[in-house]
């Protein structure tokens, strides 16, 4: 049976993000009705960021951790469990100061760890994600696609991109909601045309 691990992390109850990825995540759950979903709103329920203990504790051999050390990396246990267990990624993520929200960067830090999401090998590092999808619905309150003169300012798509590839998942589509601060009239246009674009994407998997 599939499972779909969804990541979210906007605090917004009227998010944007949000709102995509529940519309995918519920055109999925149809579509796989014995599947499984996994649900983290990494806003919601802060995720630890990396400390000096936990460097040491993830580059220790797991059979001679300490009991303490294994307990600091239950969190990032329980995450890296849920990431390898999935077969598709739908993740949810604002545009914040041009990249993307500190919790989704700390659950991402939790996540990439050497010897369980990814190995370095004599011809380079290697992802071990069984996932080879993921879906990343974003919201910006400004534009960056397209003609925009400000595309180079956008450090999360890039960067999402980037960590996906070096963990093992080369297959992802982005839908961006943009403009969401650029008028109402902007923004509900940008918003229909990304809920369409889920539409498309939920339409070719069925
Ligand atoms: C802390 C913060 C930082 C933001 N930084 C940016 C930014 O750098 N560029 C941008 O286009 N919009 C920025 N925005 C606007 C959000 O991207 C926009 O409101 C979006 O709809 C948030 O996603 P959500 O609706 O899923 O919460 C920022 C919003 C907040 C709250």
Redesign the pocket.
Known sequence: MPTLLHVDS???A?????DLTQRYVAAWKKQNPSGTVIERNVALEPIPFVTESWIHAVYTDPAARTPEQRKLLEVSDTLVDEFLAADILVL?V??????V?APFKAWIDQVTRVGRTFQYTESGSKGLAKAKRAIVMT??????TQDSPYSA?DQQEPYIRTILAFLGIPNVDVIH??K??MGAENAAAACKAAQESVAVLTTAAA
């Open positions: 906007s605090p917004r009227d998010s944007v993000s949000r949810g604002p545009m914040w100061n041009f990249g929200p919201a910006r309150g400004g534009w960056y300012f909601a943009e969401q601060n």
